[in-house]
């Protein structure tokens, strides 16, 4: 099993930023990918990106490229979503997951055994 526990939602402005953590306990050498999905009001939820657990190599949605940045921190088992130049359109519950996905997996929800509880995000003035 892994728990997975996200912080660091907020409101933020348009054009903003925010870094929201996922800290992961238990079994974490049962995952070899962690990845962002969220979920806004009336929605599915839906990728953000991902990460591989070793390489560090990096997925992200076309919506959110070149906006959104993950990394992780082996050491104390995290992985970090920084989100910069917020719109309104990003307003959601962000949750992070882990898994072993394979490539063709790894931005699909199927792709994720462990969910966290979700973080809010919304963006307004």
């Known amino acids: 099993q892994v728990q997975l526990v996200e912080s660091g939602g907020g409101l933020v402005q348009p054009g903003g930023s925010l870094r929201l953590s996922c800290a992961a306990s238990g079994s974490i050498s049962s995952i070899n990918a962690m990845g962002w999905f969220r979920q806004a009001p009336g929605a599915d939820r839906e990728f953000v990106g991902a990460i591989w657990w070793s390489r560090g190599s990096t997925y992200y949605a076309d919506s959110v490229r070149g906006r959104f940045f993950i990394s992780r921190d082996n050491s104390n088992s995290a992985v970090y979503l920084q989100i910069d130049v917020l719109k309104p359109e990003d307003t959601a519950v962000y949750y992070c997951?882990?898994?072993?996905?394979?490539?063709?997996?790894?931005?699909?929800?199927?792709?994720?055994?462990?969910w966290g509880q979700g973080t809010q995000v919304t963006v307004s003035s």
């Open positions: 997951a882990a898994g072993r996905p394979i490539t063709s997996t790894i931005m699909t929800m199927r792709g994720y055994t462990y």
